[in-house]
């Protein structure tokens, strides 16, 4: 075999090596912390030696920064494919139900990050200045399409577009707070999402009639 020829398989070997080692790295994190967690705990829950790990990262430090980047990946929305083919109102609806599935399916990956950020002191400014990128993208985006949708009158919400993006960005935030600590059903995202519609575009939810649940429990 050449060495063109093994070189794939390498490569291939050392990212599921990686992998393993992310992912048992997470799980420990997790359930231990920072701290409490050893570099030959994680070898052993990955099933690889110690100096592999320490050949993909060369300290505990730099292991925690990229398992809490691999949690932000799923934030990365990219609309670059599909962006051309949906006007700016269909644009904003689809990052605000992109934001609120990923809220729906990923809350307890959300907290543990959201619980690094705000007491582990090993992530220095690295994960905070990319979390604060992904949001400044995101809300450029959102501030972008909301002027435009205003230009085109589609959307009755009449503030400023950088103040509309703002209130839009707590909304969300708050909505997925809720659903992390405060025990809402996923329900309540999706009633979120019809107000949200309300009051950026002026449609009429379709809400159950008041006596609904009333009838059912008679």
Request: aromatic residues 8%; proline residues 3%.
């Amino acid at each position: 075999m050449t060495e063109g020829e093994s070189r794939p398989g390498a490569e291939s070997r050392a990212q599921d090596s990686r992998d393993e080692i992310l992912n048992a790295a997470t799980a420990l994190f997790a359930t231990r912390g920072f701290h409490e967690t050893s570099m030959a705990e994680v070898a052993r829950a990955a099933r690889v030696s110690k100096a592999l790990i320490f050949w993909h990262f060369k300290n505990k430090e730099e292991l925690f920064v990229a398992v809490l980047g691999r949690l932000l990946e799923p934030y990365v929305i990219d609309f670059a494919e599909e962006a051309g083919a949906l006007d700016e109102k269909a644009q904003l609806l689809k990052l605000i139900e992109s934001y609120l599935l990923f809220v729906r399916e990923n809350a307890s990956s959300i907290r543990f990050l959201v619980a690094q950020i705000l007491h582990v002191e090993a992530t220095n400014d690295s994960l905070s200045n990319q979390v604060l990128t992904l949001f400044e993208g995101y809300r450029t985006l959102v501030t972008d399409l909301i002027g435009r949708a205003q230009a085109k009158g589609m959307c009755v919400c009449s503030f400023p577009p950088l103040d509309a993006a703002g209130f839009l960005l707590a909304a969300l935030n708050g909505l997925l707070l809720g659903h992390m600590f405060l025990g809402s059903r996923p329900v309540d995202l999706e009633t979120g999402m019809k107000m949200l519609r309300q009051w950026l575009f002026g449609d009429v939810p379709e809400f159950q009639p008041a006596h609904h649940s009333a009838t059912q429990n008679k």
